[in-house]
């Protein structure tokens, strides 16, 4: 079966060419160019955070830089989310407010955040170099306000700037890195990727990068030594060679939109209800490098989550699976509860709160029990008698005394469930809200150079962003900040290497 | 960083090549071929299960065959197997020992087995044809007894036949469809999968296949629209260009042995300390075919396993994870349970029995406490007062009545525990032998034929086995019998589709 890709071969039609046969899965031969239509030294793909990160110092390294964006307006995905950076070490903002953090600290927990799959050598990188980088955000016209916004949520509501972000505070991180604040919302109440896309792309236009809209990449070229020397695109529906002299980076989005492509690599995530991206993210940009050679990686992670706080007080509750059984410390961040109820309770979760603690959640989890004793919760959501009352009972007699000896939530929020009624409210896969985007891509080297699975560069090829796997590669230890900060960062990687780099020798 | 593969382009050494940039992450032009060294109609890559089908099928069609073994004998992992096959709708071996089967039934089983990623084609031509199947396997000269073994086990210890080999009994399986008996072992005592290899390896050499032993396939060589014409292999470690007319068969095997690939794309399964395969499973038929265009896919899968039955008394006992909580009905398939163990329960197990159950485990698991009363063990495992004890009070309250309220357990397993003293295995991954295999590799249709990541085919190149994603794409619903019978059943497939193949228009 062919994957439904939005189909844009087809639309196009040139008297010299059979575009039939254009597909990103294959690579288009240079010796079958009859002519370049557009040209520049870097040509980048996609006007997202990443490839306008790309775009800007390539630009500013002195090269020509052409984007080519398929919507009618930039911003990608990050201009639908909240737009925090994760930055640490010692940020203005940090010290502003009072918190000290070290880079050695902060590279200790971002190994952790990564994951099992964790690229040691960006993340060093990235701690070594974020402060520059944050100096480099500010410099587009980013304000961030030196305030720090205390109540757990995943984003601060208001323009606070910084916050905890990811799993710092929770056990076990918080015993292997001393914990900081580390997640940077520009200043803006609420999301703040839309703002901070205006600037990307502001910066990237003055820095003299071309823009073009409505410009869907579809194939890379290459010569015979398998050099990727420009690429295939439909622009306005036309098809137009476009020749990369210097090389093409691809920063067009992750998969989650594609729904084969998640079933053929990380068919789990199907479960999850509510993809988080553009249209764009149809993994087309991972299937041009894939076709020139380039390995992909981590295909089966994602960050998913149904969150269930704020209100900060559903921390104090607790998280059973079917069984009425707990499985996790409530209070680490959000993707990492939601990976355990996915990926290690089947799908099926509820939050236990009482009177004291309810409130509804942005992602309006229903309520599917109301009781007023622990034994009549138990009987309405039809577990056996003495399963989850038993849970809440040893759970209560633990939290009175500061502890909880199976998961070690924080003391901060353990105190019993003691004020009656009691509720219920169903955080299951097929009930609840569940968003989810992809964390696996193209194998890139620090500087954003694609490399074969023998780890091998692909001449001419570059990636950044959720086309790439990045910095974090495991939803279930991510932090909020982790995506924006790594797609801009290694991003510009790509843009400078790119432009960098030697002319290819074609014509 | 390079992948450490098992290096032999830099032994070979040939004055007219620089044989230096030789790699399985690339493909040869057949422009820089400077003459074919040898040739054949097809060209299979591995003496496995899968290359040896490919390779009779083939011959048998008409087909000049050349088969390339890196190893000095053949066999592959099949040799070190079972050697089960997974057979069902009606064997002769069920029909004999009594038991109804149902094709339907069958393949509704099946599609659950084959996990979330379950691909319909393949499920569906598969039981449609496997009883040709078994006669086919029957006619290399295989025995199969007549003789049913009822003991639950992994694989019968003696010369039986028929045997349960997955969860075809165990809930939620049973509900979906009408159990039958399908795991066919051939007649010998123990491990069959030695006897079996050496009547595929005969029959291979009857109908005719050429095998050269110790020949390395390195790099996939294609023309100038990416058809596969030939490879370049070490034979003896010297270079050689290999010319196949009709196509290329890679059943090269799996990846587990590559632990850089294991780490890139299922880093879980990095915890598995006993990885099932031969040297060759180093992935490199994957990126062979990787490098010509293939799509790989379900990367993250694997088959792991710590078997803690036989004795199947231990059926009886309970797994409770880290916190002394159930988490799984323990009758189920050992892929299935110790699958639980390493993605949901954080890699930490014990198995709990009373002095009636206990015996030795092949895989010999450490007992690491032994009590005479509940309380007694959850001490000694360090659990918190009112954890374990308070699980297996629950359990064998119900069990007393035949029931498992939580996991559904099957009443013939269940009983309290009660003749102390009772016994804690650890069925940990960091204290226990944890099995595995790989799932997941290149993407190819029923035929055979490999495909892009468009579905589109890449001509010539052919696949089957461990180096595709084949019939078995999950190890927690994994049943033994399903890795050969698929393997060997795809493998005749794909040596016939590139047997019937037009010949390739190169010099």
Chains 1, 2 share one sequence.
């Not at 839309?194 to 502001?202: A, D, E, N, P, T």
Request: aromatic letters at 8%.
């Amino acid at each position: 079966m062919r994957i439904d890709w939005i189909g844009c071969a087809a639309e196009g039609n040139r008297l010299d060419l059979d575009m039939k046969d254009a597909s990103c899965a294959t690579v288009w031969p240079v010796s079958q160019v009859p002519a370049w239509d557009m040209e520049s030294d870097v040509v980048v793909v996609g006007l997202g955070v990443a490839g306008g990160a790309a775009a800007i110092d390539a630009a500013r390294a002195g090269a020509e830089v052409l984007v080519l964006e398929r919507a009618s307006g930039g911003g990608g995905a990050t201009a639908l989310a909240g737009g925090l950076f994760y930055f640490g070490g010692g940020t203005p903002i940090q010290k502003a407010c009072g918190f000290e953090d070290d880079k050695e600290e902060m590279f200790k927990y971002l190994m952790m955040a990564s994951g099992k799959n964790a690229d040691e050598a960006k993340v060093r990188l990235y701690c070594e170099e974020n402060l520059e980088h944050f100096d480099w955000v500010v410099g587009l016209g980013v304000e961030f306000k030196e305030s720090y916004h205390k109540e757990k949520t995943t984003l601060p509501e208001n323009d606070d700037c910084l916050c905890y972000s990811g799993n710092e505070l929770a056990y076990p991180f918080l015993s292997h890195a001393k914990p900081a604040p580390r997640g940077h919302k520009p200043k803006i109440e609420g999301d703040a990727g839309g703002l901070l896309m205006q600037k990307v792309i502001s910066a990237a236009e003055e820095a003299g990068a071309k823009i073009v809209y409505e410009a869907i990449a579809e194939t890379l070229v290459t010569d015979e030594q398998g050099r990727v020397v420009g690429l295939l695109a439909f622009v306005d529906r036309q098809p137009k060679f476009v020749r990369a002299r210097k090389g093409v980076v691809l920063a067009a989005g992750g998969f989650v939109m594609n729904k084969e492509m998640v079933r053929k690599h990380a068919p789990e995530l199907l479960a999850c209800n509510y993809p988080i991206g553009t249209d764009g993210d149809d993994g087309r940009g991972i299937c041009m490098g894939e076709a020139a050679g380039g390995a992909i990686m981590n295909m089966s992670q994602g960050l998913l989550s149904t969150p269930f706080y704020p209100p900060a007080d559903h921390l104090k509750g607790i998280l059973v699976n079917g069984q009425g059984q707990r499985f996790i410390n409530e209070d680490v961040y959000h993707g990492r509860s939601s990976d355990a109820i996915l990926r290690q309770q089947n799908g099926k979760a509820y939050l236990i709160v009482d009177d004291s603690l309810y409130g509804q959640t942005q992602a309006f989890h229903k309520i599917v029990a109301v009781e007023e004793t622990f034994e009549d919760l138990e009987k309405a959501l039809e577990m056996p008698e003495g399963s989850l009352s038993y849970t809440i009972e040893f759970f209560n007699k633990h939290a009175a005394e500061g502890e909880d000896p199976l998961f070690h939530k924080h003391k901060s929020y353990l105190r019993p469930l003691s004020s009656p009624p009691y509720a219920a409210l169903n955080c299951s896969t097929d009930k609840a809200i569940f968003a989810v985007f992809t964390l696996g891509g193209l194998d890139t080297l620090p500087t954003g150079e694609v490399v074969r699975a023998d780890g091998s560069v692909v001449p001419g090829l570059f990636a950044a962003g959720r086309t790439t796997a990045g910095l974090p590669r495991e939803g279930s230890c991510y932090s909020s900040g982790m995506s924006i900060a790594g797609a801009s960062f290694f991003g510009r990687y790509a843009g400078r290497t790119a432009a960098q780099g030697a002319d290819a020798q074609v014509r």
